[in-house]
């Protein structure tokens, strides 16, 4: 029996946050879940040639509330954790997922959608619609719609092992990680390491009751000592450990890598494709392996030259220092790029932070979208709030009407999870029970401290402008299908509305709106300034080389490795890598058994690596229009705003790219910005 009054049932636009408790979610689930599979039954049981309202326009909506409430379950249970919550989450979390898996393996809701796809009907409906249609359609068979009972029931088989093996893979990387420590007593090797490395060293091993300081492979941990160690020694043997992670009994990942990526191919040629890559970019903006594979290929072409130049300036750096080594390690490149770093700059990024404060940064943010938008925001103080720290904000359009509204919660808590991001509540339509959008952002900034305002680095400044890009994103939408609405988008194309807005941070007009010292009120010094802009383009090669050699390797793992040719995936991965590498990797070199993004989960960053280029193309390519235009430009913003941020997935996300562009993406704009092209060689835009 549902409990009458449960606020998590109110779908209401002003969210009852100080009403929910752990104990409403159980229940409210349940009967939402029961609501959605009654919608669906009702898709179902229409006979003949159903209409578009009976069948996807009710499939667009069977979920919605079921989203709603899940969305700020899962919301409050990252911002605001109790163990009750925790329970409760993780109780409903499997039925959801199971519910939603279920969908596109339902044979009869296939066939009643399939009859509406193949009737009369389809074409007089809008583009978005028969987009859904396409979309849902390709996504079933995806999922085996099409197949014989016997390939499903192989299909089936394979999801099952491969969410088995990639559990395995990852809880194996977690406990391989958490197995190794190195506890060092005598100080003499711990030169180099700044304080704060050293502190939590000595608190980690503190807290294993242990004399000294231990290391360990955790990110934090083994950065700090790969960028800072003076003892090569000490370098080579954490770079050691962290790169055969997993490869040893008893956590040991080599053989689940091979079996993943078979039972992926297998996978991918039951369904008619050629390989997982194809499989998995069909619905993405690259649309096949080879696609995605060219585009890492041509930018590792092009920032070769630039690569070369970085390493030979690092080695004629270590040439020049007194013990330098005669031939640079991997274990040696970041401590030695750092050497160098600080012999060339000398800049601290906390000299920055009197020049953002927290409501100064989002005073700009907000007259930046005013300017180039045209919509306000405002704050609303009496909205009901889960915690005193979160405001609320009102979005409005250039003639006064309400666009939507959102949450913004910055600072960090014992009960919220680390990082910054975007979720969405509500997704208004026209002529629907909510007409307008609500969203929430989240990062974990500096709070204030006693009298003085929170005071922001500039990559929480970055942060900030990249998470209300998704907001934007979300808010700004006019969709006409609800699950095609806002940041719904392929995987290789949602995260340019959110990084393009990032490039704003950057540009002197932008900082001048809001940019100004907390106690003097002055902008930032020019000479501050310089030094922030000339630190963005050191070893920029290097860093996009890395990224490059991931998403190439990760390709040719999903495209071309052939176990009976190539033999030993670890050794075909290094050898992948290698020419993504300045300094030789060594034979043992097994980064692939520890990385998650590919093998934690049955997908995941799987095939989709390059993914993080591929926007960034996409939004240094963009931003640079408005560079040409004046980064202010209304004109610039009302064609982003029309053509991407409205839009949603309601087309093919390269046309809607080519709306605003009025050509393809090139990679030029990434390459000057990264200093790897000279800004005037950059071809005019068509
Ligand atoms: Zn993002």
Redesign the pocket.
Known sequence: MADPINPLLSYRFDVPFDQIEAQHVVPAVTVLLERSRAQLAEIKRVQGAPSYEASFGALDEATEELEHAMAIVGHLEAVLTTPALRDAHNTVQPEVSAFYAQIALDPDLYRVLKRFAESPALTERSPAEQRFVKLTLDDFKRHGAELGPDQKRRLEQISVELSKLTTQYSQNVLDATNAFELVITDESKLEGLPASAREAARESAKAKGLEGYRFSLQQPSYIAVMTYADDRALREQIYGAYNTRATSAPYDNRGLVADILRLRKEKAQLLGFANFADLNLEDRMAKNGHKAQSFVEDLRTRTLPHFERENRELTEFVASLDHGPAVLEPWDMAYYAEKLRNARFDFDEEQLRPYFAVDRVLDGLFMLVERIYGVRVEQKLDAPRYHEDVRFYVMRNETGAQIGAFYADLYPRDEKRGGAWMADFITGMPGKRHVHHLGVMCANANPPLGNKPALLTHQDVETLF?EFG?LLHHLLGEPGVRSLAGTRVAWDFV?LP?MIMENFGWERAILDLFARHYETGAPIPEELLAKLQRTRTFRAANAQMRQLGFAAMDLALHIDYDPARDGDPLSYARDAMQRYSGVKLPRDYAMVAGFGHLFASPVGYAAGYYSYKWAEVLEADAFSRFVEAGVLSREVGGEFRKHILARGNEADPLDLYKDFMGREPTPDALLARAGLLPRDSRPPRA
């Open positions: 990249h998704h995260e959110s």
